[in-house]
């Protein structure tokens, strides 16, 4: 548009204003401590889960008890996570990511330093108060690896820095298995595994509090500046818990992914629990060799997590991955249940380590794709509800497991958990790949090169 005033020409240029401001977007480098406190902080709660289960037959012997009560010390976790996550949830919403996580490491550290007290065989039941307090801490932690990788980490980032923060849970497993059978032994005197026990504790307490210091001194709830578009562009949900549930239950794909990864995680949470009962069939005094495995199953599933964010960022398929480590889990169980009758110490080692590796990378895989079929829903939220169904199938899953075994023996209760792997991963097959939070990314992305080409 053109106008004469004054003996000068004016040139008017008139600029489109449906072109949307790209967000103003920075990613700190202090996202890897909040990381790495967010890892150690999972990893001190997580290490509780199996702190008994690992050493079961010494547990039973010392308190006097069977092993389906030693089995609940496990089981406790999945228990509570149920009735608890959606109201630790939308508390999380609303006083924010960092109180939230004190809550939980202050939790963490009082249940831990209660399992002190309960060194002598009649407190048995001290010991599951404290197991039961640690298990209501998780339900401040389980859910927040999307959460936190979303606030501080970008596009680019985003599902490695969930990976990472899954595998702060499953290198608290590692430790139990591998430590734990070495610290409190088979002894022959019940004052000698006292005094076991008691040095566990009293580490484990020592431990989370000093994790605990750290969150109140490090932890920051969120950076100046959001990390990505997709962030800068989200609402705030925190006066609005109600609405985001009502709009998951209506996405199919949701519900689908409950269902996988509720019997993809409860086939995890069944075999980790009895593992050590399982390895002790068939290697007479192989306490400290079920620690072993268990130990490479851990790290098999830590490199696995990783590995599977380092492709997604890569990739971006969430679906074809999904799928891919439901088929080799389900391949891996049956193999392994097929090497420990053959009683081969270094073939169980392999096949379990490769076992957790196909089960560790399906955790973090599933929360980042149940990210992107949800957008722009909560993490928090859409990931408090996948593993609440994983909990409320985990402890069926658990004593029906515990039931097979010893009616009908390990190999056809591994068989019946390679069947719902099966359908598991035919239920995979059918979700809609539908990646919002890619798609929403991509348009920002595609409307500011719009508007530099205009310019231009």
Same mark, same amino acid.
């Given at each position: 548009m053109?106008?004469?005033s004054?003996?000068?020409?004016?040139?008017?240029?008139?600029?489109?204003?449906?072109?949307?401001?790209?967000?103003?977007?920075?990613?700190?480098k202090?996202?890897?401590?909040?990381?790495?406190? !967010?890892?150690?902080?999972t990893?001190?709660?997580?290490?509780?889960?199996?702190?008994?289960?690992?050493?079961?037959?010494?547990?039973? #012997?010392?308190?006097?008890?069977?092993?389906?009560?030693?089995d609940?010390t496990?089981?406790? !976790?999945?228990?509570?996570?149920?009735?608890?996550?959606? &109201?630790?949830?939308?508390?999380?919403?609303k006083?924010?990511?960092?109180?939230?996580i004190?809550?939980?490491?202050?939790?963490?550290a009082?249940?831990?330093?209660?399992?002190?007290?309960?060194?002598?065989?009649g407190?048995?039941?001290?010991?599951?108060?404290?197991?039961?307090?640690?298990?209501?801490?998780?339900?401040?932690?389980?859910?927040? &690896?999307?959460?936190?990788?979303?606030?501080?980490?970008?596009?680019?980032?985003?599902?490695?820095?969930?990976?990472?923060?899954?595998?702060?849970?499953?290198?608290?497993?590692?430790?139990?298995?591998?430590?734990i059978?070495?610290?409190?032994?088979?002894? &022959?005197?019940?004052?000698?595994?006292?005094?076991?026990?008691?040095?566990?504790?009293?580490?484990v307490?020592?431990?989370?509090?000093?994790?605990?210091?750290?969150?109140?001194?490090?932890?920051?709830?969120k950076p100046?500046?959001p990390?990505?578009?997709?962030?800068?562009?989200?609402?705030?949900c925190?006066?609005?818990?109600?609405?985001?549930?009502?709009?998951?239950?209506?996405?199919?794909s949701?519900?689908?992914?409950?269902?996988?990864?509720?019997?993809?995680i409860?086939?995890?949470?069944?075999?980790?629990t009895?593992?050590?009962?399982?390895?002790?069939?068939?290697?007479?005094d192989?306490?400290?060799?079920?620690?072993?495995?268990?130990?490479?199953?851990?790290?098999?599933?830590?490199?696995?997590?990783i590995?599977?964010?380092?492709?997604?960022? #890569?990739?971006?398929?969430?679906?074809?991955?999904?799928?891919?480590?439901?088929?080799?889990?389900?391949?891996?169980?049956?193999?392994?249940?097929?090497?420990?009758?053959?009683?081969?110490?270094?073939?169980?080692?392999?096949?379990?380590?490769?076992?957790?590796?196909?089960?560790?990378?399906y955790?973090?895989?599933?929360?980042? !794709?149940?990210?992107?079929?949800?957008?722009?829903e909560?993490?928090?939220?859409?990931?408090?509800?996948?593993?609440a169904?994983?909990?409320?199938?985990?402890?069926? !899953?658990?004593?029906a497991?515990?039931?097979?075994?010893?009616?009908?023996?390990?190999?056809?209760?591994?068989?019946?958990?390679?069947?719902?792997?099966?359908?598991?991963?035919?239920?995979?097959?059918?979700?809609?790949?539908?990646?919002?939070r890619?798609?929403?990314?991509a348009?920002?992305?595609?409307?500011?090169?719009?508007?530099?080409?205009h310019?231009?």
């Open positions: 053109t106008a004469i004054g003996g000068y020409t004016e040139v008017l240029v008139t600029v489109p204003t449906t072109i949307e401001e790209k967000p103003l977007c920075k990613v700190y202090r996202r890897w401590v909040i990381l790495a406190i !967010f890892i150690v902080y990893g001190g709660n997580s290490s509780q889960w199996l702190e008994y289960a690992c050493i079961s037959n010494v547990v039973t #012997k010392y308190y006097n008890v069977s092993s389906y009560a030693v609940w496990s089981v406790v !976790f999945l228990l509570v996570y149920t009735p608890l996550i959606f &109201p630790a949830s939308y508390l999380i919403n006083i924010g990511l960092r109180k939230g004190l809550i939980g490491g202050g939790m963490t009082l249940g831990s330093w209660v399992k002190c007290a309960s060194v002598s065989p407190r048995y039941w001290v010991t599951m108060v404290g197991q039961t307090l640690v298990a209501i801490a998780q339900v401040f932690m389980v859910q927040l &690896p999307p959460q936190v990788a979303s606030v501080w980490f970008g596009s680019d980032q985003v599902s490695t820095a969930c990976s990472l923060g899954v595998f702060g849970n499953q290198i608290g497993l590692a430790l139990s298995f591998l430590l059978p070495i610290a409190v032994r088979n002894h &022959p005197d019940m004052e000698d595994v006292g005094s076991d026990l008691a040095r566990m504790s009293y580490v307490a020592g431990f989370n509090t000093i994790v605990f210091i750290l969150i109140i001194t490090l932890f920051q709830e100046p500046l990390p990505s578009i997709e962030v800068a562009k989200k609402t705030d925190s006066q609005d818990f109600i609405a985001p549930i009502k709009r998951l239950f209506r996405n199919t949701f519900i689908l992914l409950i269902i996988t990864y509720s019997l993809n409860s086939v995890f949470n069944s075999f980790s009895l593992l050590n009962q399982l390895i002790l069939t068939y290697f007479e192989g306490q400290e060799f079920a620690g072993r495995v268990g130990l490479l199953f851990i790290i098999g599933s830590m490199f696995g997590a590995g599977c964010g380092i492709i997604l960022d #890569k990739t971006r398929r969430f679906k074809e991955t999904t799928i891919a480590l439901y088929i080799l889990s389900a391949i891996s169980l049956i193999a392994t249940t097929f090497l420990l009758g053959k009683r081969s110490q270094t073939a169980v080692y392999i096949i379990g380590g490769i076992f957790g590796a196909c089960i560790g990378g955790m973090p895989v599933s929360l980042e !794709f149940t990210s992107e079929i949800t957008y722009p909560p993490e928090g939220t859409t990931a408090g509800i996948l593993l169904g994983s909990a409320i199938t985990g402890v069926p !899953f658990t004593m497991y515990a039931w097979l075994i010893e009616v009908i023996g390990d190999v056809w209760a591994n068989v019946a958990m390679t069947i719902v792997l099966v359908i598991g991963t035919g239920l995979t097959a059918l979700i809609k790949p539908d990646l919002r890619q798609a929403a990314h348009v920002t992305i595609n409307k500011e090169e719009e508007k530099n080409n310019l231009a």
